[in-house]
């Protein structure tokens, strides 16, 4: 079997099962929030570690703080951003982007609830060098 050129495989397989039982759960048309609470219930259940609405630090001085929080960083390793709007859009990339560049992480995956079928992207960060 050749090794795997994923960035924490077993990490994010396991999130992406938590994502994918929620949206079967819950369907197309909760609000985020109720997304969030129910993909940090199962994180629960099955003894994932993670921090919930991590407050990122200001970008520049005048901005106030708080203002940015990032949904999920889940076993330390990989942050989550869950949406549930009609359509994702560059911006969510960037902003999942920045925050990858905040916290010095290699991954984030971004997962739109509201799609009748989700697919989680994996957005890489190739300034942070493997663990």
Request: glycine share 4%; with cysteine.
């Amino acid at each position: 079997m050749e090794p795997s050129n994923l960035v924490y495989p077993k990490e994010s397989y396991r999130v992406t099962g938590v994502l994918y039982a929620t949206h079967n759960e819950l369907g197309r048309f909760c609000n985020e929030k109720q997304y969030c609470d129910r993909v940090e219930q199962i994180f629960k259940e099955l003894g994932i570690k993670y921090e919930r609405e991590k407050i990122l630090p200001p970008s520049f001085e005048a901005e106030l703080p708080g203002r940015n929080k990032i949904d999920f960083i889940v076993e330390g390793k990989i942050i989550l951003e869950c949406k549930a709007k009609r359509v994702l859009t560059r911006e969510d990339y960037y902003q999942a982007k920045r925050y990858l560049r905040s916290y010095n992480k290699k991954l984030a995956l971004l997962v739109n609830f509201r799609d009748k079928y989700i697919r989680p992207k994996r957005i890489l960060n190739s300034l942070v060098k493997e663990d």
